[in-house]
């Protein structure tokens, strides 16, 4: 798990890196990034909300121009348990085990649309394995332990970047 922090520290402290956090509000573990967006929020982080798929919060994120994009999504995949974590660079998205995204328009092609108007250099998939896909507003405990696990990660490796740079 330390190598998952550093991992995901090394991200977050490059002077522009973004998070997008991504998911249907109305399909259970789908919630998984709009969920972990509400926590961050509250904590005072900037991050962007992306509801029903990173494309729908494709011109704030041109408009941040951020040098690594974070996307925060739920996946699916038999060879994960739920609430298995996942951390995948752009690269590898068609060589992973599971489905990439949910929504309406592949992962991959929105992240082209993305570098090429936002100069992004390097885009990162954050996934959770969701266990329930249906129509709710309920998350399965073990997809919400990973929210929770995932919250307080990212926060501490937001506070260790800060304290680095001042």
């Given at each position: 798990?330390?190598?998952?922090?550093?991992?995901?520290?090394?991200?977050?402290?490059?002077?522009?890196?973004?998070?997008?956090?991504?998911?249907?509000?109305?399909?259970?573990?789908?919630?998984?990034?709009?969920?972990?967006?509400?926590?961050?929020?509250?904590?005072?982080?900037?991050?962007?909300?992306?509801?029903?798929?990173?494309?729908?919060?494709?011109?704030?994120?041109?408009?941040?121009?951020?040098?690594?994009?974070?996307?925060?999504?739920?996946?699916?995949?038999?060879?994960?348990?739920?609430?298995?974590?996942?951390?995948?660079d752009e690269n590898s998205l068609e060589d992973t085990v599971f489905p990439v995204s949910t929504h309406s328009i592949p992962l991959k092609q929105v992240i082209d649309m993305i570098k090429s108007r936002a100069g992004v250099k390097q885009v990162f998939l954050l996934g959770i394995r969701a266990k329930n896909l249906g129509i709710g507003d309920e998350i399965s405990e073990e997809v919400l332990s990973s929210i929770n696990y995932l919250a307080d990660l990212i926060s501490k490796a937001i506070e260790e970047c800060r304290r680095r740079t001042s």
């Open positions: 798990m330390k190598e998952f922090f550093e991992e995901i520290k090394r991200l977050l402290c490059r002077r522009n890196a973004l998070i997008a956090c991504t998911g249907s509000p109305l399909r259970m573990d789908d919630r998984a990034g709009l969920v972990l967006y509400s926590k961050l929020a509250e904590r005072g982080y900037h991050v962007v909300e992306c509801e029903y798929g990173l494309e729908n919060c494709l011109i704030e994120i041109v408009e941040q121009k951020p040098e690594v994009l974070l996307v925060v999504d739920a996946v699916y995949g038999e060879k994960l348990n739920p609430g298995d974590i996942v951390l995948v």
